[in-house]
């Protein structure tokens, strides 16, 4: 078969389950299977692929029309510009997170502590922008620390990382310049209307605390004065209704200089404070 006619049998499959831009994704399963840029495809179209190519594009097309996430079934997601790492026992980084890490380089830090880690994808980026800073990131999960692990050290952060498991700041004593996280925010109420390619597949521990959703910036707001160095900043992911729930749970904290910030798409994206 050639690649042009892999291409449009495999959106056709994929569309046939009801996914997203069936036609996108057949081509970055396909460019994966033959090691070539996505963008590049139609250098390729007449190309023929191998029995061996055909069977692995089959597999992954089968994964992806029961919802599997492209990223875990490639393996990476590109995020700053990076490839980072992805499995089930971490959140796929999506391109609004990317909002938080623009802020959090405009300004200077020498210290970082990136709380529920997950891929690493902020932490590590943080530390690749910034070849001086060094940085600590914890995760409740293991699993999850191991693939963050795994991403500091693809791109040249292991030297600066430190990484342990913990809940929030237990057991963390020293204060940093930053502190960032993306924590879980979803509501219990939410879970259930998400699409099957997120509930299905990405670990509920760090979609949802459950309740109202707000639990991780609690603990995340008692504990950010006691950590942050004189002047720190710290800067959240949230749900683009979250805003003005966190910013009061941080000014009670006592934290100040407390702005909501929109992503490229105009929602709510990051809560920023900084400690007196």
């Known amino acids: 078969m050639r690649v042009a006619d892999a291409l449009r049998t495999g959106a056709d499959r994929l569309a046939a389950a009801c996914i997203d831009d069936p036609a996108r994704d057949a081509r970055w399963l396909l460019a994966h299977v033959l090691g ?60 609004e ?43 409740l999960s293991t699993a999850a620390l191991a693939v963050a692990q795994a991403n500091a050290e693809t791109h040249g952060a292991t030297p600066r990382a430190s990484f342990v498991q913990a809940d929030w700041f237990s057991g963390i004593t020293d204060r940093f310049d930053l502190i960032t996280s993306n924590p879980p925010y979803i ?49 959240v992911e949230i749900g683009h209704q979250q805003g003005p729930a966190v910013a009061a749970l941080f000014q009670t904290a006592g934290l100040t200089d407390i702005r909501v910030h929109p992503d490229l798409g105009g929602r709510d994206r990051v809560v920023s404070a900084r400690a007196p």
């Open 36 to 95: 070539v840029e996505p963008g590049r495809m139609a250098f390729h179209r007449d190309d023929a692929l191998t029995p061996a190519q055909s069977a692995q594009y089959d597999a992954a097309l089968t994964a992806r029309a029961g919802h599997q996430p492209v990223a875990q079934i490639i393996g990476t997601r590109l995020f700053w510009g990076r490839a980072f790492r992805v499995t089930p026992d971490v959140l796929d980084p999506r391109p």
């Open 187 to 235: 509501t219990a109420a939410e879970m259930a209307n998400l699409a099957p390619d997120v509930r299905d597949w990405e670990p509920h521990l760090a979609l949802t605390p459950g309740g109202d959703g707000l639990a991780a910036y609690r603990a995340i707001a008692a504990g950010a004065r006691t950590h942050l160095a004189p002047g720190g900043r710290l800067l």
């Open 97 to 139: 997170t990317e909002t938080l890490v623009e802020l959090a380089l405009e300004k200077p830090f020498a210290t970082v502590l990136d709380l529920g880690t997950g891929t690493g994808a902020i932490f590590v980026t943080l530390l690749a922008e910034r070849p001086i800073a060094t940085g600590l990131a914890t995760d």
